[in-house]
């Protein structure tokens, strides 16, 4: 089973909002991984966890904020947006040690 | 700096056909590399991934090949189906970035025509 799964899977938001997203997966991967995807760009990776420690946060602004709960889940806290923040949100998990990376059918985030 | 690219933005072919999608690279030091289908509205979807130090890997109708000499990946789709048709992602692990930075290329649109 290579299942990465995310809530919701669309989210409208205000400007003012705070919203979070989920992702789960029960693999036994101990890397995990948030990516922002704009339409028609690639993935452009946010943080990275391993086990359950923030190792990557790759100059993301603090309205952003990841946190780790434990080694299954993995959430992304949003706070005052912008709606240039608007697009798809992938998490990804790895094996720790490993490259190849499973990803979630993605969170679609407008901002309003 | 460090980059993957795409040759074709798009990929025109019809059913049955073979495909091929390219990959150029940068970074001599990458070690590893991936290719990655999305569809639309979905995540990536791992499709097939390679190693440094191998020139060619086959999977179930797909196979990667990787020229060191001239930094170039590509990936080809044997008798190519409707459902081929996605947005398709090469990917590499630079070395010196430890292995949970994947660099993604621009990706390549494949359409297939029945």
């Known amino acids: 089973d290579t299942e990465v799964t995310q809530t919701p899977k669309h989210l409208v938001m205000g400007m003012t909002n705070k919203k979070s997203l989920k992702c789960e997966q029960h693999?036994?991967?101990?890397?995990m991984y948030w990516y922002k995807q704009k339409a028609k760009k690639p993935p452009e990776l946010m943080f990275v966890y391993s086990y359950e420690k923030l190792s990557i946060n790759e100059s993301v602004p603090s309205r952003f904020s990841p946190e780790c709960p434990n080694s299954s889940l993995l959430n992304l806290h949003l706070h005052a947006l912008q709606p240039e923040d608007s697009a798809l949100y992938l998490c990804?998990?790895?094996?720790?040690?490993?490259?190849?990376?499973?990803f979630g059918p993605g969170t679609r985030l407008l901002v309003l | 700096g460090e980059s993957v690219g795409l040759h074709l933005p798009t990929l025109s072919v019809q059913e049955g056909d073979n495909s091929i999608i390219n990959c150029a690279y940068s970074?001599?030091?990458?070690?590893?590399f991936i290719w990655y289908k999305q569809e639309s509205g979905k995540g990536p979807q791992f499709i097939i991934d390679?190693?440094?130090?191998?020139d060619k890997r086959q999977g179930q109708r797909v196979t990667v090949l990787l020229n060191k000499t001239v930094k170039h990946l590509s990936l080809q789709i044997a008798a190519t189906q409707p459902g081929d048709s996605a947005v398709y992602f090469c990917?590499?692990?630079?070395?010196?970035?430890?292995?949970?930075?994947?660099?993604f290329g621009t990706g390549t649109r494949l359409l297939v025509s029945p």
């Open positions: 990804a998990s790895s094996e720790a040690g490993v490259e190849t990376q499973y």
């Open positions: 970074n001599s030091a990458s070690d590893y």
């Open positions: 693999m036994g991967h101990r890397a």
């Open positions: 390679i190693r440094s130090n191998m």
């Open positions: 990917a590499e692990n630079p070395m010196n970035t430890g292995f949970q930075k994947l660099v």
